[in-house]
Structures are given as C-alpha cells and as structure tokens.
C-alpha cells in the first residue's frame, strides 16, 4: 500500500513563484496521514494532521473547496 499526494491547498494566490508555499494532504486508504509543507518542488517539513496545526491546515483547506 503506498501513499499518495492526492490534494495541494495554495497558502497564497496561484502565481508562477515558486517560493510559494504550498501544502498538500497525504492519504491512505482515504484517511489524512500527513501534510506536507512544500516550496515548489521542495519538501520543506512534515505536519501531523492530528496536531493543532494540521487540524488548523485541513480546516482552511475544506472551507476552501
């Protein structure tokens, strides 16, 4: 069983910058197990999605789409 990167919420408008910071939710078999923070193509850190901070993260991403 692998994990996939399946959504990518932007921190900041679409732009061609790729400073950007950009996070994106790790399922497996449907559950959140990581969110990644990344900077373009770079992993910048890992988020527990059971933390205050990835609650905080999947909250705004939810109320986004």
Do not use: C
């Not at 990167?5 to 950009?22: G, I, L, R, Y």
């Not at 850190?45 to 059971?50: A, E, F, G, K, M």
């Amino acid at each position: 069983m692998s994990e996939e990167a399946v959504q990518t919420a932007e921190a900041a408008p679409e732009a061609a910058n790729t400073e950007d910071v950009s996070y994106q939710a790790v399922e497996k078999e449907g559950t959140v197990t990581a969110i990644w923070e990344m900077q373009g193509q770079k992993h910048l850190r890992t988020i527990d999605p059971r933390s205050n901070e990835g609650k905080q993260i999947l909250a705004l991403f939810e109320t986004a789409a």
